[in-house]
Nanobody, 121 residues
């Protein structure tokens, strides 16, 4: 069984910064792409950022230049550093990862439970 646990969300003022973390645990053989998505009320879920196992990155247009995704393969953890936050960044942020199970050697897409980020003065 594999689990993803996010942390680091909260309330921040416009212009402020937050760093989200997501740790994968369980029967893991390897992890391919890890990513962050967000979902705001009344809006579609959107890609925030993604990072492959060889550290190639991709960003949603609305966060380019402000957010930075990184990962620590030794810790099975992905991070997103969010700077210059805007009220429109308010959303529930979800971590996802493509993980090969050590037990079955099959690939599955796993999601965390989400963490709330609120940008408000």
């Amino acid at each position: 069984q594999v689990q993803l646990v996010e942390s680091g969300g909260g309330l921040v003022q416009p212009g402020g910064s937050l760093r989200l973390s997501c740790a994968a645990s369980g029967s893991i053989f390897s992890i391919n792409t890890m990513a962050w998505y967000r979902h705001a009320p009344g809006k579609k879920r959107e890609l925030v950022a993604a990072i492959t196992s060889d550290f190639s990155t991709d960003y949603g247009d609305s966060v380019k230049g402000r957010f930075t995704i990184s990962r620590d393969n030794a810790k099975n953890t992905v991070y997103v550093q969010m700077n210059s936050l805007k009220p429109e960044d308010t959303a529930v942020y979800y971590c996802t990862a493509e993980i090969i199970s050590r037990l079955s050697m099959t690939t599955g897409n796993y999601w965390g439970q989400g963490t709330q980020v609120t940008v408000s003065s």
